[in-house]
Every structure is written in C-alpha cells, then in structure tokens.
C-alpha cells in the first residue's frame, strides 16, 4: 500500500479506521501556532494521538516520524495521522527507520507541544526528566 493515514473518529461509538492517501482537515501545527488548546480538549487530542498509534502497532506499521505536521484536524474533530507508507529516519535517539521506538518518541513530543505553552527543542534532549545532580 502506498501513502495511507489512520483516522480517530470522535464519540463514544468513533473509532480507528485505516485511509488510504493524504488526511483532510487543518493542521495541528496551524492549530498551535495559535496558543495552547484548553486542556481538556489537550488531553483528548493525544489519547487520540495514542489510540491511533495502538492500532497501527496492532497492524504492525511504524510512522516513524509523529509530529504536529502530520497531524490534522477535521471540521467534525476527528483527528487524522497521515504519512504511513513512506520511509523517513527517526529524530528519535539511537532508533532506526522502522523501530516503533520512534513512534513512542513522537508521541512525547508532540504531546509536550499540544499540552505545553513553553517551546519544545526537537529533538528532545537526552537529559529531559533527569534530576540535577
């Protein structure tokens, strides 16, 4: 299969479901440019983010690069991550093209950026989480 994307659609009877070709709607980035969602609304966008990347794990695919750019928005507030189906390194630390790993990297930064007003480097620095010595 060439490009495809996973789609979470909104409501307790939503669902994940596999597109094939680029996602529709606005793009997350866009969206953050314009200051930091309400947090409710935050933490719903990343379990999305998260139910997305459980089911494509299921299907045994990596992105391999998760970040607000592919992320979209639709008008009805489903939440699209597309550009499975192309190959791309990882801006992961010490992944290879490929590792889930690298899926789980994304998740965290872009989780950072939908939930934190600071900037966020990327990549993220190896001492994020650590305490002072």
């Not at 299969?1 to 094939?20: K, L, N, Q, S, T």
């Not at 994304?106 to 994020?128: K, Q």
Request: charged fraction near 20%; aromatic fraction near 6%; include cysteine.
């Amino acid at each position: 299969m060439d490009e495809f994307h996973y789609v979470r659609i909104p409501g307790v009877d939503g669902g994940v479901d596999c597109c094939a070709g680029p996602a529709v709607g606005i793009e997350l980035e866009t969206v953050l440019a314009a200051g930091v969602p309400p947090w409710k609304v935050g933490l719903e966008l990343v379990a999305a983010l998260c139910e997305i990347l459980d089911i494509a794990d299921a299907d045994e695919v990596t992105h391999g690069l998760v970040e607000p750019q592919f992320i979209f928005l639709d008008e009805k507030g489903a939440l699209c991550l597309e550009g499975f189906g192309v190959p791309r390194a990882s801006n992961a630390p010490n992944a290879k093209p490929g590792q889930r790993a690298s899926d789980r990297y994304g998740l965290g930064y872009t989780a950072l950026r939908i939930l934190s007003a600071r900037p966020v480097a990327f990549p993220l620095s190896s001492d994020i989480g650590q305490r002072p010595r």
